[in-house]
Every structure is written in structure tokens, then in C-alpha cells.
């Protein structure tokens, strides 16, 4: 996680992203002592604007991430590239990481249908843990496997 709290802090890579699943982001806001803010979609505008007036007020260089969890339950045309709704975002994010304050809004979409940079470089899915369990196992143990023979003929 690191590597994405060290990202946080830095205020030229401010912008809107996306993400598969809120847990690494969250954890990684904690680290980077990140005021992390949830809010739903259709909030997003208002709590953006709310965001920008306190940070603009403070001093300090406490990066913001405004973390919203049901952006695929909004109209995915309201989140593309040149929306009318993510032009708004553009401007705001791009205003704060300018006034040296990172901020960064982070959409989770599980799906992967908006089409927005990734936050950070997720791993492949890993396999269902309910797949793992049922999976079947060779009926013999591997202790009594034939054991290879290296012998050369």
C-alpha cells in the first residue's frame, strides 16, 4: 500500500479514477493520513464543492479522497471522458492539485465499464474462495505419489 499513499500525497497526480474494490484504496488513504470521504453518486457534485471550500481555508497539505461506492448505479454516460458531470470533476480536482492540495475522486466500479484510469494496478481477479473449497482433490494423496525417477538410462 505504500506505494498508493505515497500517490496520494502528491498533488500533480490528483484526478478521477477508477477502482474494483474499495478496500486497498481505503487502507491506503489511512496510511497517507488522507481525509477519506464517502458519498453517493448523486452527491458527488455537492461534496466535492463542500471539499474544495474547507481545503482552500487550510494550510496544511492533508490529501483528500472523496471515495464513492455506487457509481455503477449512476448512468455510466454521467461518468465518461468529456461529460458534462466529469468535466465539473476535472476542473475541481485539477484546481486543488494546483493549490498543492491532492485530492482525488475514486470511483469503485466492479464491472470495469466506465472508462477512467485505474487508481493503482490491481491484481488479476483472484479465484472465488467458495470455488477453492468445493474444488476437488486427487483421490490419492500426494505422500503416496509415485515418486519420479531421475535415474539416467
Known amino acids: 500500500m505504500g506505494n498508493l499513499a505515497e500517490r496520494y500525497k502528491d498533488p500533480e497526480r490528483s484526478g478521477v479514477y477508477r477502482v474494483s474494490s474499495p478496500d ?11 481525509e477519506l470521504r464517502e458519498c453517493d453518486a448523486a452527491d458527488l457534485e455537492s461534496e466535492l464543492t463542500r471539499a474544495v471550500r474547507q481545503l482552500a ?27 458534462k458531470l466529469m468535466r465539473h470533476l476535472q476542473t475541481a480536482v485539477e484546481g486543488l492539485g494546483s ?8 470511483l469503485v466500479d466492479p464491472l470495469k465499464i466506465l472508462d477512467l484510469p485505474n487508481l493503482w ?5 483472484s479465484p472465488n474462495l467458495e470455488e477453492l ?8 494423496p500426494c505422500a503416496t505419489w509415485p515418486a519420479a525417477d531421475h535415474r539416467r538410462a
Open 133 to 140: 473449497q468445493s474444488a476437488r482433490l486427487p483421490e490419492t
Open 57 to 83: 481555508g487550510q494550510s496544511q497539505r492533508r490529501p483528500c479522497i472523496l471515495l464513492v461506492r455506487d457509481a455503477v448505479g449512476q448512468s455510466a454516460t454521467d461518468f465518461q471522458q468529456g461529460s
Open 99 to 106: 493549490a498543492v492540495h491532492p485530492c482525488f475522486v475514486v
Open 24 to 34: 486497498v484504496p481505503v487502507l491506503a488513504a489511512r496510511e497517507a493520513c488522507a
Open 121 to 125: 494496478r490491481e491484481p488479476a481477479a
